[in-house]
């Protein structure tokens, strides 16, 4: 479905109407300096928020750059808002939209998926067999969700059987919220997972435990249930002030969690769960209802490839080398990472996006006019955790997670209402003018 | 800075959503300024006072219902910045309000006076 806040004609439609200059300016990208003339070859690949912000970023600041995005993916989808979806806040169409309605006017877009780097030969390989040469290359691939490595796990059951995986895509996401509706009618056993991985939207598995717990109380059947954390993370959130104000929350809410418990199987008919601890003890729970969040790692294009970590805590996922201040790759200069496939510490999420999509597109154009790259990235992220429906917190945090919140006066910690209408009906918007090139 | 930036794209992106909407209510507005422009003064001073009632009237609707209308409540609003932001929504319906209601209850009044004095006018022949 297409997004509305994308329609050309109606913004052709406002202009031709003489709108005041003030209203006419804000159609317009961000003020930029001179554009820089090139005729650079840029491949981006990936067609996320990462790859199509950069994208329009870049044909701002660039003058005769070629452009190429390399994506067989047609669809857009507002991955923020998946946990409303999942929750039963939001229909499933706010989440979709169409990659062809933000790609910048003049890029050309290969529609294939990226299956392989050269790095030594500036060679993307596609999965069709094409070999496309660049001077320069935008990685921003997103990540792998590896269901595969939960023995029985099917994404194609999501939503039977008490099955829920919020990840996936948006109609696991709404099946997803109808296993989380039928759960909530009888109530009973729930399990909450957390693998070990590197995780994008790491607030996303608190959130929909929060909502879970939500909808029992609405449903009055609390009572009768009873539901289980299962972390393989030895915590639950990597910012410590944040992850103990959880507990303690969880603690008053009756949420029990479990820090040692990875999910290694789930037998989907029978409604089962096995877990592997540290001590590779093997333990088996029933269920009536379970989340299961998938463990993530790059793409095999990227962890294959000589553009991943070799070695060092982002080897095994297989993400990419950049430097985590500049985003400029470590080894391979004219190379730079966007979005979740970075292998930096934290910050698998749009608001990174909003903040380094900027400084990317920066450093590229720098290097490309025979500079470095001069500008950097304190790894801001952000979560507006829901706690129930109507409230929010609105954490902010930087690669040292230290909360860095945007205005003084926001308390990051403080339950509040105006962080869920930021969640509810703000973000989106602002999704929407950092993938556009505005923000 | 980059937060003002960023507010006024949010506003943009959420105006796109609703453009056939906003362009109405501006003809209309347009419309309706343009002809109590043409009236005078006297029936500008005389609407003040109701327009800015029914604008209080429409702030105190907007920030009771807009947390209800967001999924939410009055009981979550937790903290004085929770409470100054809703002020704020409720503060901007108020002055959309006015900004309509000044000029029709101007037009309003100022025919009303007309007729008024038009029956007057008669009575007195």
Same mark, same amino acid.
């Not at chain 1, 592997?276 to 790692?297: Q, S």
């Given at each position: 479905m297409q997004d509305h806040g994308s329609n050309p004609a109606r913004r052709r439609l406002l202009r031709a109407l003489g709108s005041a200059p003030a209203i006419a300016a804000l159609t317009q990208p961000a003020p930029a300096r001179a554009a820089i003339k090139t005729s650079a070859n840029i491949v981006i690949a990936g067609s996320g928020l990462g790859g199509i912000a950069v994208a329009n970023r870049l044909?701002?600041?660039?003058?005769?750059? =070629? #452009?190429? #995005?390399? %994506?067989?993916?047609?669809?857009?989808? !507002?991955?923020?808002?998946?946990?409303?979806?999942?929750?039963?806040?939001?229909?499933? %169409?706010?989440?979709?939209? =169409?990659?062809?309605? !933000?790609?910048?006017?003049?890029?050309?877009?290969?529609?294939?998926?990226?299956?392989?780097?050269?790095?030594?030969?500036?060679?993307?390989?596609?999965?069709?067999?094409?070999? #496309?040469?660049?001077?320069?290359?935008?990685?921003?691939?997103?990540?792998?969700?590896?269901?595969?490595? #939960?023995?029985?796990? %099917?994404?194609?059951?999501?939503?039977?059987?008490?099955?829920?995986?919020?990840?996936?895509?948006?109609?696991a996401a709404e099946a997803s919220w109808g296993a989380m509706q039928a759960f909530a009618q009888n109530g009973g056993q729930a399990l909450m997972t957390l693998p070990a991985t590197p995780l994008k939207c790491a607030g996303a598995p608190l959130k929909m435990t929060f909502m879970l717990r939500d909808r029992l109380r609405e449903a009055g059947t609390v009572g009768r249930s009873r539901i289980d954390f299962e972390s393989a993370l030895g915590n639950v959130f990597g910012v410590k002030v944040v992850n103990d104000l959880v507990l303690a929350r969880w603690k008053e809410l009756g949420i029990h969690v479990d820090f040692t418990r990875k999910l290694a199987a789930v037998d989907i008919g029978a409604r089962r769960a096995t877990f592997?601890?540290?001590?590779?003890? =093997?333990?088996?729970?029933?269920?009536?209802?379970?989340?299961?969040?998938?463990?993530?790692?790059a793409p095999d294009a990227v962890k294959q490839s000589d553009l991943a970590w070799k070695d060092g805590p982002f080897a095994a996922g297989g993400w990419l080398e950049v430097d985590k201040t500049t985003l400029q790759h470590r080894r391979f200069p004219n190379v730079f990472g966007i979005g979740d496939i970075n292998g930096t510490p934290r910050g698998k999420t749009a608001a990174t996006v909003k903040k380094s999509a900027p400084i990317v597109a920066h450093n590229l154009a720098q290097v490309i006019a025979g500079k470095p790259a001069d500008v950097t990235f304190d790894g801001y992220t952000s979560c507006p955790l829901i706690t129930r429906e109507g409230s929010a917190l609105l954490i902010e945090f930087d690669y040292d997670g230290k909360l860095t919140p945007s205005l003084p006066m926001i308390d990051p910690l403080q339950d509040s209402y105006m962080a869920w209408l930021m969640k509810y009906r703000m973000l989106k918007p602002a999704y929407l003018a950092v993938l556009k090139g505005r923000v | 800075m980059y937060e003002i930036w960023l507010v006024l794209n949010i506003l943009w992106e959420l105006a796109l959503d609703a453009l056939p909407v906003i362009i109405g209510l501006a003809l209309l507005w347009a419309a309706l300024a343009w002809a109590a422009s043409r009236r005078p003064f006297d029936a500008w001073r005389r609407a003040l006072p109701p327009a800015l009632g029914a604008a209080i009237v429409a702030g105190v609707i907007a920030f009771a219902l807009v947390p209800t209308a967001t999924r939410s409540s009055l009981s979550e609003l937790r903290y004085w910045v929770d409470w100054a932001n809703l002020v704020g929504i409720a503060a901007a319906a108020a002055a959309l309000t006015l900004a309509f209601a000044w000029p029709a209850l101007a037009l309003l009044l100022d025919k009303r006076a007309a007729a008024a004095t038009r029956l007057g006018a008669t009575a007195t022949r």
């Open positions: 044909s701002q600041l660039l003058d005769g750059a =070629r #452009i190429t #995005i390399v %994506d067989r993916k047609e669809e857009h989808n !507002y991955q923020p808002g998946y946990t409303l979806v999942a929750t039963g806040i939001w229909p499933v %169409d706010k989440v979709r939209g =169409r990659n062809a309605d !933000y790609q910048p006017a003049g890029a050309t877009w290969v529609r294939d998926m990226a299956a392989g780097f050269e790095p030594a030969s500036n060679t993307l390989v596609t999965a069709g067999g094409q070999r #496309i040469r660049y001077d320069f290359l935008v990685v921003a691939t997103g990540v792998h969700l590896d269901y595969a490595q #939960i023995e029985g796990m %099917d994404v194609a059951a999501i939503g039977k059987n008490g099955l829920a995986s919020v990840y996936a895509s948006p109609q592997v601890t540290p001590e590779n003890e =093997r333990i088996t729970l029933p269920y009536d209802f379970i989340h299961v969040v998938p463990p993530m790692r | -």
